[in-house]
């Protein structure tokens, strides 16, 4: 799992992840465009030698200052990082305030190239802020508009004909590539400016001035490290263009500004963000690390892989709510739940995710409430409504369906959208009026029969769907001999043991499909 904390600058993202990063022995990948070189200590807050010790702490201190990073750089030396510890079951914090950056690294994020034929470089930081206000308000809104080089390579995006990628590049593509949970520190507007200003007297203290005299003594001060809000600023009060107090307020309203435009992009380019304060950001991260402790020992290196499932559990009965218990237990974060019932007096005989008190409500609303209370990190979302169209669920993709519903039509339509999304499906197949949990089989559908299974074959068969693809369809069913129901009965006879049994069956059968995969 990739940690990812965010929150705006002054908000304490760094001394958050550097706690975490000492108690539960996790690298650090810093996401920050600045902190990355060498001798710029004072002006990018940058954690002193004696607190990193110990941590492996990534594009920290790294390079000379005529070293020119960019976002290209990061993503593909941080992609390496990251696939290096996710390949031996390794969690990972990335921090940092360039959000341009985490994006980059964490999404399917593509770089093209433009043609650079403008005079762009030839204008002004200001000029070409209101040039690509009037060209994207949206792109505007979503970069750090303070760093040119940002500003001049949205321009040239939008006019290379890249205007579509652009936006599908902030605004719509909000899936990572890699398993990773995103907090974002709670910092009200007045407290983070506060801190900004308190941060800004501290740097002048700390003799600030000194070190931007010595750094553009020794390298040239247009060079894009020196970009960073505070060094434009100090190095035109040393060129006395301008006041020390002046100096002192331009860096402070530069950073206000800069905080507000983080603020904007938290909102707009991450999706499912976990607000909390700092304390309690790291008690959730501590207990996710800590809970994963046994199942790592199993998983090892496929860990990532179970953590990066997106999975689509139908039903929420005997069989489905074992199911659902399980998946989050064994480290699923992303589910979407199915089911139309609601919870009945009757469904308390066998059904382990409900209890007296959930009579009456409706069984995917609270086997989320149930979910969360496992694992409040999860991301879920409960539908209480019944698979009547495929096409509902047309927006949404997973990595797995999980069928455990007794619908004939429903299970077709399930299968019908694994099919189309070509994403692996496994079906329950009539654990109602079966005794013994000892006797389930993981298999194919030809491997079983039944009236369900009849039923199923032929309405798959009626939808034009051919033999050997019905035959291999993934299924967990019963093997012990039905026992017989009484004449006329409306009810499905059912007892604790099979539909429980059937539950872990297809959790150990998800199991085994994943780990078989390369």
Do not use: W
């Amino acid at each position: 799992m990739i940690y990812v904390i965010l929150g705006q600058t002054a908000s304490g993202k760094t001394s958050l992840a550097l706690k975490l990063a000492k108690k539960l022995s996790l690298p650090i990948i810093s996401a920050d465009a600045y902190q990355c070189y060498k001798m710029m200590q004072i002006g990018t807050d940058k954690p002193k030698a004696d607190e990193v010790e110990g941590i492996n702490y990534y594009f920290f201190d790294e390079y000379l200052p005529d070293y020119k990073m960019s976002v290209f750089e990061f993503q593909k030396q941080g992609r390496e990082l990251i696939e290096k510890y996710l390949k031996v079951g390794k969690d990972i914090i990335v921090t940092g305030g360039t959000f341009l950056y985490i994006k980059a690294l964490l999404f399917n994020y593509e770089f093209k190239e433009e043609k650079n034929d403008d005079n762009y470089e030839d204008l002004s930081l200001n000029e070409m802020q209101e040039l690509l206000k009037k060209k994207n308000i949206d792109v505007y809104n979503s970069i750090d508009i303070f760093n040119p080089r940002r500003v001049i390579r949205a321009l040239r995006l939008i006019d290379n004909d890249y205007e579509e990628a652009l936006k599908s590049t902030y605004k719509n593509n909000n899936i990572p590539i890699y398993p990773c949970l995103f907090f974002n520190i709670e910092t009200d507007i007045i407290t983070g400016n506060e801190l900004i200003d308190k941060r800004v007297d501290l740097m002048f203290e700390n003799h600030f001035t000194d070190e931007v005299k010595k750094l553009i003594n020794d390298y040239d001060y247009n060079l894009p490290a020196f970009k960073a809000i505070g060094y434009p600023e100090v190095i035109s009060y040393l060129k006395k263009e301008i006041t020390l107090d002046e100096c002192k307020n331009l860096i402070k309203i530069h950073t206000h500004q800069l905080a507000k435009k983080q603020r904007t992009f938290i909102r707009h380019q991450f999706d499912n963000v976990i607000c909390k304060s700092k304390d309690e950001i790291y008690t959730l991260i501590e207990n996710d690390f800590y809970r994963k402790e046994r199942t790592r020992i199993l998983l090892k290196n496929k860990m990532p892989k179970f953590e990066n499932m997106r999975v689509l559990l139908v039903g929420l009965g005997g069989v489905g709510g074992i199911t659902l218990l399980s998946l989050v237990r064994l480290g699923i974060y992303n589910l979407t739940i199915i089911d139309g019932d609601k919870i009945a007096v009757s469904n308390l005989n066998r059904q382990f995710l409900f209890d007296y008190y959930d009579i009456g409500f409706n069984k995917a609303e609270i086997a989320k409430d149930k979910a969360l209370k496992i694992n409040p990190l999860l991301n879920i979302t409960s539908k209480s409504m019944f698979i009547k169209d495929r096409f509902e669920l047309k927006d949404e993709k997973f990595d797995y369906i999980i069928d455990c519903i007794d619908d004939i039509k429903g299970k077709a339509e399930l299968f019908l959208k694994a099919k189309e999304d070509n994403c692996k499906l496994i079906v329950s197949m009539g654990f109602g009026f079966h005794l013994d949990s000892t006797k389930i089989k993981i298999g194919k559908l030809k491997e079983t029969n039944g009236h369900m299974v009849k039923a199923y074959r032929e309405e798959l068969k009626n939808r034009g769907i051919n033999e050997n693809d019905i035959d291999n369809i993934n299924t967990v069913f019963p093997l012990d001999a039905r026992m017989k129901a009484e004449k006329n009965s409306k009810t499905i006879g059912s007892l604790v043991t099979a539909p429980n049994g059937g539950g872990l069956a297809i959790v150990s059968s998800f199991i085994k499909m994943i780990l078989s995969e390369d």
